[in-house]
DNA sequence: TTGCCCCTGGCACCGGGTGTCACTAACGTC
DNA sequence: GACGTTAGTGACACCCGGTGCCAGGGGCAA
């Protein structure tokens, strides 16, 4: 069989994006997937543990960027500023991946099954975060704090990419400053 | 056949409950969950949408009261103020239900497959805190702030509910005031 | 060529979830 | 008391996501 095209991750991971995008992700089989990328469906699941994880590309390098920015901060400045830099940095897609990040965050978002799926992965995140906190605080990573500057920073993070792929005008970084400092200020927009 | 107890809602969940604290969520199939109350699998998705939903007990009323508390909230004060006071009385539980209280929120906070699906349900709680804050401070509850309060305070909430779980000493109740006080004062406790 | 290893596909299986149908108990009506 | 209706239940068949297992096949070293 003339195998058409050396299939690698990477097509698997456009065919995936694109058919959930037209016809949404539930009303996807993997089979259909698996077609669409020139693979078998048990091959696809060697690629990915999940049908969802087909949308998420490396995001565990995301991850460890950001481990490695959280890392390498200024211990002089406050915990929760590096976090917030660490966060709008490791976010600093260039131009052209923009149009893909949408993609892949549209659909985490606003599909059901993707979005209890992120739980998870974000949750890799949180623990970066509540570990950098703790080191940084001399706590225990599994306190109070530590959590949650993880959980409340991340929940600004998903609000600002919410907040991005409504507006469609502002920069991704513009939208995560926004929010960190609303949050981190005791949002001071409310007390009006 | 003798009917073995009018079966009804409760005591499936109860059977589901302990099935799932002893030998954990994903070990358990609903067929088992299902013979352990007595009736069939089929009738057991006719209770529950799914197998997830069985822990949930009755989270819908739960966000209709917090969402009670909400509307009938002084207008006086502030909103933030308003959605915390909110989250800690519809947390306020009378201590007989406690026991059962930390059953479900260990298992939904712990087991993964069931913190994926929490996603769902909390998302539920999110829209109704986001369409008070908008009603409060007259903006679409698809703007910014709404959601990132919803999503904070949420945060907030569930981290508050892991410091209980793993606590057992303080009350839930103080551990929520502590978190919304550290989230909403801008984290006075991180500026040492 | 031989042997090895890795990637792949096929197959069978499990478990969650759903549509459909048949049965039955409960109820009101005539 | 016989009747039709309705709601709840269970059995069955089916779909789909995910996995274990085994059989091929291509590349590569000896």
Not at 15 to 40: P, Y
Request: charged share 25%.
């Amino acid at each position: 069989m003339p195998a058409a095209l050396p299939a690698g991750r990477a097509r698997v991971e456009r065919a995936a994006l694109d058919l959930f995008t037209v016809r949404g992700f539930e009303d996807v089989t993997s089979d259909e997937v698996a077609d669409s990328a020139g693979i078998s469906r048990r091959t696809f699941f060697r690629y990915f543990p999940t049908k969802a994880d087909a949308v998420w590309g490396d995001f565990a390098g995301h991850v460890s960027r950001l481990e490695e920015l959280l890392a390498a901060a200024d211990p002089a400045s406050p915990v929760l500023t590096s976090v917030c830099a660490a966060y709008v940095e490791v976010n600093d897609y260039p131009e052209a991946e923009l149009p893909l990040l949408r993609e892949r965050m549209r659909l985490i978002l606003t599909e059901p099954a993707l979005l209890a799926h992120s739980q998870l992965r974000f949750a890799e995140v949180d623990r970066v975060v509540a570990r950098h906190v703790a080191a940084r605080t001399g706590t225990p990573a599994s306190g109070l704090l530590p959590r949650l500057v993880a959980a409340s920073t991340r929940a600004a993070a998903t609000t600002a990419f919410e907040a991005w792929l409504a507006d469609g005008d502002s920069s991704l970084a513009a939208h995560l400053r926004l929010a960190f400092a609303e949050m981190s200020g005791g949002f001071p927009s409310l007390r009006g």
